[in-house]
């Protein structure tokens, strides 16, 4: 880290910094293992349906329920947790998610014996998932310079994204050497949770406590630095013109904020609804066996790793970090990916998957610079969370409406053209936030 002993000042800005510091990649790494461990316990469960329907004696529907009621918890304790990070600082708001999960996931071999028990326990974790998250997302930003931040966004839901398939490898194996689905809960997500408690506490820290009076680093770097000169241009124009919100009335008032949270409500649609959507549909309307189905889907989910980091390059590098122009193409090209899976043959279905699954995590990437750009600093944990909130509730109305439509229609082609019309849609909150 190189710092200015005899900081230099531009105009009224201080440089502390010449270049960014290293230590922004340390935080990147454990907001990726923090927050994608909470991703990776939502799907524990999902990895051992039948045992846990067999266990419990539970039908379908229960079981859904079940699967469902972390993400109920996660919706509802987000704007909380936004709030609580806003005033505890995301440190300590973020460690205190981490020990509730440890503490709720390690109680299940003895809370979920039944599936009342079981459900409340689901609940809980979303609770902690909720503390994490917003917190998680703000801090990444706070820590890397515009010109980068894209990418550092892209490659954190990237990668968080990716933590699903960790449960769907280690938890059948855990099952057959003879842990119970309880346990098997309790090791994969009580355990790992306990340690990166510690470790997020004693080696992170919040932007402002590491540079004490400043919101992010762009503050203490040069604006050469920090951004391109275009940016920089735009952000003193932006600053003279416009007042962000500082204050949670304001933040409720503010139009851009609920455009931004429209805009990942549709987005959420799309990658937390596809999980759903794309089995189902090559199942019944395309009448192939489990095993194509499960290698078509798994390579189509691999468009979130790709697709993630790659919008938040191109709206670092092609648009100078200006980021609603990548939101614009991508909620295009989403559109037009799902407009051509009914007319994709079955040897070229994993590859539009791919395409449309990657379409829409390439406005994941940018957008997720977007909340902090919206408002002051001290705003910044809150925006995030309201945002995942707006996602996570648009991803569980997906599932719903989906299956609704699909069974009324008798296709699950309708919500194929359902998804395509709300992509596009995309594009209007995109152009009122013009970030």
Not at 51 to 68: H, N, Q, S, Y
Not at 343 to 360: K, R
């Amino acid at each position: 880290m190189s710092v200015d002993a005899s900081p230099s000042c531009q105009g009224e800005k201080i440089i502390l910094l010449q270049k960014p510091p290293a230590a922004r990649w340390w935080v990147i790494v454990m907001g990726i293992l923090t927050y994608g461990h909470f991703f990776m316990t939502m799907q524990l469960i999902s990895s051992m349906t039948t045992t846990v329907m067999e266990d419990l004696d539970i039908t379908v529907t229960e079981c859904t329920w079940l699967l469902t009621a972390t993400k109920i918890g996660f919706a509802v304790f987000t704007l909380f947790g936004g709030s609580l990070g806003t005033k505890l600082g995301s440190r300590r708001t973020i460690t205190l998610g981490l020990i509730l999960n440890s503490v709720f996931n390690l109680l299940f071999p003895w809370g979920a014996a039944a599936y009342e028990g079981a459900f409340i326990l689901c609940l809980l974790q979303g609770f902690g998932g909720g503390l994490i998250s917003g917190s998680a997302i703000s801090v990444t930003c706070r820590w890397f310079p515009a010109r980068s931040r894209g990418l550092a966004t892209g490659i954190f839901t990237g990668m968080v994204g990716s933590m699903f398939t960790i449960a769907s490898v280690c938890c059948p194996i855990l099952v057959s050497i003879g842990l119970s689905w309880q346990q098997t809960v309790a090791v994969m997500g009580g355990i790992p949770a306990a340690v990166l408690a510690v470790v997020y506490f004693a080696t992170v820290k919040d932007f402002g406590e590491t540079y004490p009076g400043y919101a992010s680093v762009d503050d203490i770097l040069p604006e050469s630095v920090s951004m391109t000169e275009k940016t920089a241009a735009n952000k003193r124009r932006k600053i003279r013109e416009e007042q962000k919100p500082d204050s949670m009335g304001e933040f409720f008032r503010s139009a851009k904020v609920w455009m931004a949270g429209l805009l990942i409500f549709i987005t959420g649609w799309m990658q937390l609804g596809l999980g759903s959507l794309f089995p189902q549909l090559l199942l019944f309307d395309y009448a192939l066996p489990d095993d194509q189905v499960a290698s078509i889907t798994g390579l189509a989910f691999l468009g979130m790793m790709v697709g993630c980091p790659l919008g938040g390059i191109i709206s670092d590098r092609v648009f100078d970090g200006v980021r609603y122009p990548m939101l614009i193409i991508g909620a295009i090209f989403t559109g037009a990916m799902f407009l051509l899976i009914p007319h994709t043959p079955v040897s070229l279905m994993a590859l539009v998957l791919f395409l449309t699954y990657g379409g829409n995590a390439s406005i994941c990437g940018p957008f997720w610079s977007v909340p902090s750009e919206l408002v002051t600093g001290k705003m910044a944990v809150m925006a995030s969370a309201f945002c995942s909130t707006m996602g996570t509730i648009g991803g569980l109305a997906a599932s719903l409406f989906m299956t609704i439509t699909a069974a009324a229609a008798g296709t699950y082609l309708v919500p194929v053209y359902i998804c395509a019309a709300l992509a596009f849609a995309g594009v209007i909150p995109a152009l009122v936030i013009r970030r």
